[in-house]
């Protein structure tokens, strides 16, 4: 017993020795001197889509412990089925399709049978009359969609445009066990067949890593691709074939050692799903066309996708896994002459809880200003949608680390705690952020309810050296909350 209990001290203290060196490491990520926008650093090609992946060894992922790719899915292309080792957030940016997320344990309540009274003996040959899945959901732009860690997932391109899904891992999350990076494992294909790192072709992206440091293993990298395939390649043939009760030729398809399609593949004569029939409303609002509000269409919506609950809707298999958060009803800040802002969280979207995430979507039009704040409790992963955004990011010592502005495309990572501020460019600008916390918040500067209007007045004038008159004129000057009218300037010259 006494060799058992060292045993077990010496295990309990190798591991919080490790966890240390692990927090120190991120610790040391985060001393950031120079941030720089972000673009794609490989390109992944397959037979209906590519995939753009964001450089996971840059400092500023590394410090905040995320990863970012793009899905760019053609009309009638499947993502293939696989899973992750982190909690994921995807945003739609254009686009309209249908995924799947299957959760472990959860009934397939979606099932069409012409006979569903067939005997045993007429089993095997009804096969092809029957199917029966878990629940689909239909996307559409502005859609987030939350993904637990390790539940398989696919997304297919149902619509007549290209189909573009950015994705947030969180590499940090307590339910990553493997390392510091996102792994996809992927249940179908060969993932290595079309897969390019593009060498020549990449983009001109400054690396933020030093020059020389080698890539780590198991990133989802053109490279990785290159020795890659689906889980099934690593199995047995036999075995495969004995589990499933198929035949050989049958379990080496599993495989997919032959299949030349990449990751992303071309659905043939489209995919028959099982899928609730669409109201005439819902059917408009896919297509993009407008129509008169119904309250009682929000209602019945709210309540089939478990938005209610009354103790039984809120269980893991009824969680909502979607939430389309530019819908009007998310607007946390709105100014008709500056913009808006929403926030998804935890209140609103219940699964976020479990994922330990959030989300923010932003709208300035031209030459807006957001209030300079400061996110108190969470990283956040800034990729601008449309438009352009002038961004300048603060650190601890009071040094610009970031000072420049952010095209369509872009991403920036605003660690904890710097201070930020946002400025839209001329044609306005939109983002989505993605946050490490489930209910992140944000201190302002400026503005009502701000951390400089929220102080005495002797308290603002001795700590900047202002006369009693000038503190308070710096106090209350500001009307406005978090979104300011870009006019507000002239406005102040005129009245003076």
């Not at 502005?405 to 920036?412: A, I, N, P, S």
Request: hydrophobic fraction near 35%.
């Amino acid at each position: 017993m006494a060799s058992k209990a060292s045993l077990l001290f010496a295990l309990s203290l190798l591991f919080t020795a490790c966890l240390a060196h692990q927090r120190q490491q991120q610790q040391d990520q985060c001393q950031l001197r120079n941030i720089e926008a972000l673009e794609p650093y490989d390109i992944i090609q397959a037979e209906a889509g590519v995939t753009e992946i964001w450089d996971a060894d840059n400092q500023q992922f590394q410090c905040a412990g995320v990863d970012f790719i793009r899905h760019r899915i053609q009309p009638g292309g499947l993502l293939l089925p696989s899973y992750v080792n982190t909690p994921i957030l995807a945003f739609i940016e254009r686009g309209r399709g249908v995924h799947g997320v299957i959760l472990p344990g959860c009934p397939e309540t979606y099932e069409y049978s012409q006979d569903q009274q067939f005997s045993g003996e007429r089993r095997g040959q009804e096969f092809e009359s029957q199917d029966r899945h878990q629940k689909v959901e239909e996307l559409n732009q502005g859609d987030v969609v939350a993904i637990p860690t390790g539940a398989a997932h696919w997304l297919h391109n149902d619509g007549d445009s290209e189909l573009v899904a950015v994705v947030f891992f969180d590499t940090q999350s307590y339910n990553n066990q493997l390392d510091e990076y996102h792994r996809r494992f992927f249940l179908a294909g060969n993932p290595q067949a079309q897969s390019q790192q593009h060498q020549q072709g990449r983009p001109q992206i400054q690396r933020q890593q030093q020059q020389g440091r080698p890539r780590r293993q198991g990133q989802w990298q053109g490279r990785q691709f290159q020795n890659s395939g689906n889980i099934f390649n690593g199995f047995d043939a036999e075995f495969i074939a004995e589990a499933f009760k198929v035949d050989r030729d049958t379990a080496e398809k599993l495989q997919g050692q032959r299949d030349q399609r990449g990751h992303i593949v071309k659905a043939q004569q489209g995919l028959q799903i099982i899928r609730p029939q669409q109201t005439r409303q819902h059917q408009q609002s896919r297509r993009g066309s407008s129509g008169p509000f119904d309250p009682r269409q929000q209602h019945q919506g709210r309540r089939g996708s478990g938005g209610w609950s009354n103790g039984f809707e809120e269980t893991i298999c009824s969680l909502k896994l979607k939430e389309n958060i530019e819908n009007p009803s998310h607007a946390d800040f709105v100014n008709p002459q500056a913009g808006k802002i929403a926030n998804l969280n935890s209140f609103k979207f219940p699964i976020l809880k479990h994922l330990q995430l959030s989300a923010e979507r932003g709208e300035l039009q031209r030459n807006a200003i957001q209030s300079p704040h400061w996110t108190i409790n969470a990283h956040n992963l800034l990729y601008v949608t449309d438009g352009t955004l002038r961004v300048q990011i603060v650190n601890n010592e009071g040094n610009s680390v970031f000072d420049n502005e952010l095209r369509e495309g872009q991403v920036v990572v605003i660690p904890q705690n710097f201070a930020v501020i946002k400025r839209a460019g001329e044609q306005g600008a939109k983002w989505v952020s993605f946050k490490t916390n489930d209910n992140a918040m944000i201190a302002n500067l400026v503005g009502r309810v701000s951390a400089i209007s929220s102080l005495p007045v002797d308290v603002v004038a001795n700590s900047y050296q202002l006369s009693r008159e000038d503190a308070q004129r710096l106090k209350f000057s500001q009307r406005e909350t978090v979104l300011f009218n870009p006019n507000y300037r002239s406005q102040g010259r005129a009245s003076a």
